[in-house]
Structure formats: structure tokens, C-alpha cells
């Protein structure tokens, strides 16, 4: 077994790109019933998370803000209160479920950052919970 077959690879998943907005990060939220999504750069590279609470906290903090300006605000102004790490196409097991246990979902990238997709956490559970032999 190894992090490749966990993988939902990049064109089955949502994500957003860095120069997405905030109302375009609700919208692809609500689409996908995620509660967080991954964020690529230009070149596809993985660069962070953005989650339904760092939305939360960007409303609440910013004077003004509502759901009908939300297409003024870019994904990168807003804080993450959570750093999602990722984990390399060929790294051991063992480091992707170490996150994994932390995370609802770790995003994978491959040797150069590139983002190749995520592993849900939930399908790790369900893995191990067929497989285990008392």
C-alpha cells in the first residue's frame, strides 16, 4: 500500500487558484460540500488552505464586508488560522497518515510542489477499518 492508492487526484477534486476570490471560494465551498479547499498558484503549485472558518473570521473582522462585496476580497488576503500541510507522491505512508490525523484531508504534491490531488481521511479510516485483522 502506498500514498498513490489513497489518492483523488487533482481533476476529481475542487481547489481554487490564488487569484480566486472570497465569494468564489463560498461558492466552490458550497458546491463541493468541503469544508476546506486547497489553493494552487499559477503554475499549479500547491500553496496553502483556505477553510469555511478562515472565511468566518475574514467576514467577521473586516468592517463592511458582506456576501454582496465578497467578489472584492482575494483568497490570499485571508488569514489562515490552520497551516495544512501536504505530502509528497513518494514519501512513506507513515508520513502521510502522521497528517492525516490532523487534517481531514492531506493535499499531495509531487517532487516539486506541484499539487497532484488529496487523500481524504476519511477513506484512510474506512481502508484500515475493512483491513484490520484482530
Known sequence: MDIQSFLH???EVSYLMISSTMKEALDKLEA???TAIPILDDNGLYFGTLSEGDLLWK???THGLTFDNM???PVVSIKKRMKVECVEINADLD???ALA????FVPVVDADRVFLGIIRRKDIIEYY??????
Open 101 to 104: 490525523a490532523d487534517q481531514n
Open 71 to 73: 467578489h472584492d476580497i
Open 32 to 34: 463541493s460540500h468541503y
Open 129 to 134: 477499518t475493512r483491513n484490520i485483522a484482530d
Open 59 to 61: 467576514l467577521k473582522a
Open 95 to 97: 508520513d502521510m497518515l
Open 9 to 11: 487526484p487533482k481533476d
